[in-house]
């Protein structure tokens, strides 16, 4: 089963002449199945490290290991066709496709396998009704309201199966009624179906749900 | 005016491509949003995001590779009429100059060539439409008697008057030419000249003289058609003999002599031989192959095809630059898209892909519009200072072709900024 | 309340790649417009220049050229008798009968052949033909098998080198001089005594008559008498005008033609523009509404795009300007179709076709400005408030 270890990680970013160093010889352990909230002041460096999880954004040094892989290994293609297999992203912005209905959004990961057209729509199907949207599927994004979009999101980030789920601000945009259901629906998903997810939030009620709850500040955990 | 009406007609043409493409946009979203995704549905979604920009840049694409191709068909008619007339006949003229006559006396010596099977003349006669001096078609004077069954094999009659008297035809004269061989006013005239006349069969019509001054009517006693590309349809022919009478006061001057050949193998060697017969006559001659005295005419253009070069580069220059800008802007607008399809483990290579098989779509849409557009319009098109207009399939792939490649390097900077784009930077944009 | 323009200029300012590249498409339709007009004037002013108000032409009834008429010696002889030819030093008549011949040459670095004029004259041609002046070489001996060539054809054609000779007939003619005629289409045309060329050529025949007139308000007077006199049979022209007519034509075609081809172009230009100033609009929407809110009218937003769009055209058509500036004066040649002979001439690029080609890019501009800039004046601004 997946666990996500973080060792020792600095993260520096050069703008113009200065050096910013946004996590600073961080660790963290997310043993699998576990549900973290990575809270901190903005600027702390939570989505930095939640991207490096991801795969999306490369260490200054230090390593990031998802499961049996060190992702600070693969690069480029691979790099790609692994997040495709293990990684679900949720945005806070949801970043759907607008051009896409919410069908053809959540079918858009599976492209990347093999698999029959029929097969793509069903799996699909079966995404978007587990988040309660069974009724929607042909709706464009902007026929759907914030909440439901989200949840088009999450859909899409779970129809490949991934073992992780990484989750920025997902509630960061919606009212407290929608947030409420997504945060319900990402408890279900760690609970019932055993997804590893690190949530980045600003929310205190919103980070409650998790099972443990990591404060950053300056680059490094500070509990 | 035909140009304006034809300006009137492309736009029309450019406006239903406008309204239909606007259907075609609704109904491939209709149709999209019921299928299931698939790399190619990706790619036309994708064309309809901004439907408007795409079939704007689709009918820019168009209106350029319409342009390109037309500005190719008239190279082709150029180049295609330095092909056509015959290699197998000689036309021998003035040497100093096409304008000058020569003797009639010249036809027995030449005729007594070896290798030489008949001799006929023909005469520009270079009169105008009295009604509209700058409505041109030709006139020719001709010996009917050897200058028809000379070239039986490139015209057909369609419509000739009966004649009213029975005559013995020379050999060799279609029996449709009975009428016009039994009348000394009689012309024959091409299909196309009696369309656009509004002539009719047995109409007498009247030519004003410039080169032969006067009034000169003639009666329509056959009509023909073309065979071969090489003979033209807006033309009028009338008897040799008649002109003379009337014109020259018979000093039987001719302008050019038609030698048919018994050898036509020997084509360049009986030139010679004529004109080396003539050398030191009052009137020296120039002797060439048919085809080689018709490429003289097409010649006088000089420039002509350099300039029309240029202007085709220029216009697709114009376009790559609005093609380029499109692209540009469709990709600025979707950098935040990019990098989610790369979070979702879509690869740098694909994005690539999707950025430029977009473009050529486009361009590829627009180009195939422009050039077919050009080539069945501008085969309509019949200017009377060239040949028919023609457009070459070999015009329209190269134009095609072209359409494709400027879709690919104005696609090429931004499925470039696509491919190397990092998606922390992508995401940072929301 | 208008929005002060030099919003709009810092906004095209703003995006020099997407300012650019529009404005370069606009700028190469402007271009080939003015280089099809410069083309057209430039054929034309060859030929314009040719003719003179002063002098007046005569050919045989009907002619459309000189190459289809025919002026017998007597007629030349009485023409130039008439008291109403001026006259020069010696009381010699500024007249002067001419045999016009085409002779058919080699194009020199280019295939095929074209036809040339050869014009025999009276000696006096040249004296009330002021323009025409002997650049190389010298002039024709008057009685010698001597021939002057123009300076537009001489580099442009087989034979034509000082030294060179030419066969007419069966008499050999040397090149002995090059000769300008202030660009007007004599400088495509070769010379040579009309006494030695016209038995060579046509037997006793010219093929028209030029004089000055001494009196040039007479002309409509002059024109009906000699057109009447049985003797003569001739139409009179005045020589300018007779030149102008034989340009009209391909003039004519030239145009029509670039304009065709423009238009075309700038169907493709204003598609670009209007892919621009979406782009613009869409990419300030926030400003837009911005705007609304302050209190500007949508008619002052609207205007303001246009503005825009306005401006940016203006910059591809001062850019095409510029583009088809560098060929003015180029020479080029071709055939005029009117009197079948070659005629060599430059481009001119006058200013008037510098500001069609200006107004041209205005209304690429405000055509495809137009629905842009109202999409952006009737933005709900519920919406974009939204998206603020």
């Known amino acids: ?223 | 005016m035909q140009i304006l009406l034809a300006l009137v007609a492309l736009i029309a043409v450019f406006g239903l491509a406008w309204a239909l493409l606007w259907a075609v946009g609704w109904g491939l979203r209709r149709l999209l949003g019921r299928t299931t995704v698939s790399p190619l549905t990706f790619l036309f979604v994708g064309l309809t995001r901004n439907w408007i920009r795409t079939v704007l840049t689709v009918m820019s694409v168009a209106a350029a590779l319409f342009l390109y191709v037309a500005l190719g068909g008239v190279l082709d008619t150029l180049k295609g009429a330095i092909q056509v007339g015959s290699e197998q006949r000689l036309i021998t003229r003035n040497g100093i100059s096409l304008v000058f006559p020569l003797p009639i006396a010249y036809r027995e010596r030449i005729a007594a060539v070896p290798g030489v099977q008949t001799v006929s003349c023909s005469n520009w006669f270079g009169g105008q439409d009295p009604n509209d001096p700058h409505n041109f078609y030709a006139q020719f004077a001709v010996d009917a008697a050897t200058y028809f069954p000379m070239y039986a094999k490139d015209v057909e009659f369609v419509e000739a008057s009966k004649p009213q008297v029975q005559v013995a035809l020379a050999p060799g004269v279609d029996p449709a030419l009975a009428a016009f061989m039994s009348e000394q006013t009689a012309c024959v005239v091409g299909v196309k000249l009696m369309k656009k006349m509004g002539w009719k069969l047995g109409q007498t019509v009247t030519v004003k003289g410039t080169i032969y001054p006067g009034n000169w009517p003639f009666t329509i006693r056959a009509v023909y058609r073309a065979k071969v590309k090489s003979m033209r349809e807006e033309t009028m022919f009338f008897h040799w003999q008649y002109l003379n009478q009337m014109g020259m006061g018979g000093q039987s001057f001719v302008g050019v002599y038609h030698l048919a050949l018994s050898q036509p193998e020997r084509a360049a060697d009986i030139a010679m031989q004529v004109d080396a017969m003539f050398e030191n006559s009052s009137a020296a001659t120039h002797t060439e192959t048919e085809r080689a005295f018709e490429a003289g005419f097409v010649s006088m253009y000089g420039n002509i095809p350099f300039v029309l070069r240029i202007i085709g580069l220029a216009v697709v220059f114009a376009i790559l630059l609005v093609a380029a800008n499109t692209m540009l802007m469709s990709f600025r607008e979707r950098t935040t898209e990019f990098g989610v399809l790369k979070t979702l483990g879509y690869s740098d290579g694909t994005v690539f892909a999707i950025v430029l098989a977009e473009a050529a779509v486009i361009t590829l849409g627009g180009g195939l519009l422009g050039a077919l557009l050009a080539k069945s319009l501008v085969q309509k098109f019949d200017l009377a200072v060239l040949p028919p207009m023609r457009v070459d399939w070999s015009t329209v792939y190269g134009g095609v072709g072209v359409a494709v490649l400027l879709g690919a390097v104005s696609a090429l900077i931004p499925a470039w900024q696509a491919m190397k784009l990092r998606i922390v930077d992508a995401l940072r944009r929301v | ?388």
């Open chain 1, 1 to 223: 089963m997946a666990s996500v270890q973080v060792s020792n990680v600095r993260k520096v970013y050069q703008r113009d002449q200065q050096q910013i160093p946004v996590l600073d010889g961080l660790s963290l352990d997310v043993v699998s199945g576990d549900f973290v909230a990575l809270m901190g002041p903005s600027g702390s460096g939570k989505t930095t490290l939640l991207n490096l999880i991801g795969g999306i954004d490369q260490p200054t040094s230090g390593e990031v290991r998802v499961g049996e892989e060190s992702i600070g290994r693969l690069s480029g293609r691979a790099l790609a066709k692994w997040r495709a297999r293990n990684i679900g992203f949720i945005f806070q912005l949801y970043n759907l496709i607008p051009v896409l209905t919410a069908i053809q959004n959540v079918e858009l990961p599976l492209l990347l396998v093999k698999m029959s057209g029929k097969e793509r729509r069903q799996r699909a199907l079966t995404a978007l009704e587990l988040v309660g949207l069974g009724d929607r599927i042909h709706h464009y994004p902007r026929q759907l309201s914030g909440g439901q979009e989200q949840r088009v999101a999450i859909a899409r980030a779970i129809v490949s199966d991934p073992s992780v789920l990484l989750a920025d601000e997902p509630t960061g945009d919606l009212d407290r009624k929608s947030a409420e259901e997504i945060l319900l629906l990402l408890e279900r998903l760690n609970q019932e179906f055993q997804k590893t997810i690190v949530m980045v939030t600003h929310d205190p009620h919103a980070a409650e749900r998790a099972r443990r709850v990591v404060h950053l500040d300056k680059g490094v955990l500070s509990n």
């Open chain 3, 1 to 388: 309340m208008a929005i002060p323009i030099s919003y709009n200029v810092r906004n095209i300012l703003h995006r020099p790649a997407a300012t650019l590249t529009t404005a370069l498409g606009i700028a190469f339709t402007v271009a080939i417009l003015i280089g099809a007009l410069a083309l057209a004037s430039g054929f034309q002013a060859a030929l314009l220049e040719t003719g003179s108000d002063d002098n007046l032409l005569l050919m045989r009834k009907g002619a459309d050229g000189e190459i289809s008429s025919g002026v017998t010696r007597d007629a030349a002889n009485i023409i130039r008798a008439l008291p109403d030819v001026a006259t020069g030093e010696g009381g010699r008549p500024l007249a002067s009968a001419e045999v016009v011949v085409l002779t058919n040459k080699p194009r020199l670095g280019q295939p095929g052949t074209s036809n040339l004029t050869v014009r025999g004259v009276d000696p006096e041609a040249l004296k009330f033909r002021s323009r025409v002046r002997i650049v190389e070489g010298r002039m024709f001996e008057p009685g010698a098998a001597e021939i002057i060539v123009g300076r537009r054809i001489a580099k442009r054609f087989a034979d034509c080198r000082i030294g060179d000779k030419m066969r007419f007939g069966q008499q050999d003619f040397t090149v002995v001089g090059h000769f300008e005629a202030g660009g007007s289409s004599f400088e495509s045309e070769i010379w040579g005594d009309n006494k030695v060329l016209m038995p060579v050529f046509r037997g006793d025949v010219f093929q028209s008559v030029t004089f000055r007139m001494k009196n040039p308000a007479r002309f409509a007077a002059l024109k009906r008498e000699l057109e009447a006199d049985p003797r003569l049979g001739v139409d009179v022209h005045r020589e300018r005008e007779f030149y102008n007519d034989q340009a009209g034509l391909l003039a004519t075609t030239i145009r029509i033609a670039g304009v065709f081809i423009v238009i075309i172009m700038a169907v493709g230009a204003i598609f670009g523009a209007m892919n621009t100033m979406f782009a613009a609009v869409s990419a300030r929407t926030r400003e837009i509404s911005t705007l609304l809110i302050l209190g500007f009218s949508p008619l002052a937003v609207m205007l303001s795009f246009m503005l825009e769009s306005l401006f940016l055209a203006l910059l591809g058509g001062a850019l095409g300007c510029l583009i088809a500036l560098p060929i003015n004066g180029i020479v080029t040649s071709t055939t005029n179709f009117s009197s079948f002979s070659e005629v060599a001439f430059a481009f001119r690029v006058t200013p008037l076709a510098m500001g069609v080609g200006l107004v041209f890019a205005a209304m690429m501009g405000v055509v495809g400005g137009f629905l842009p800039s109202l999409h952006a004046a009737r933005q709900p601004l519920a919406q974009s408030v939204r998206e603020l």
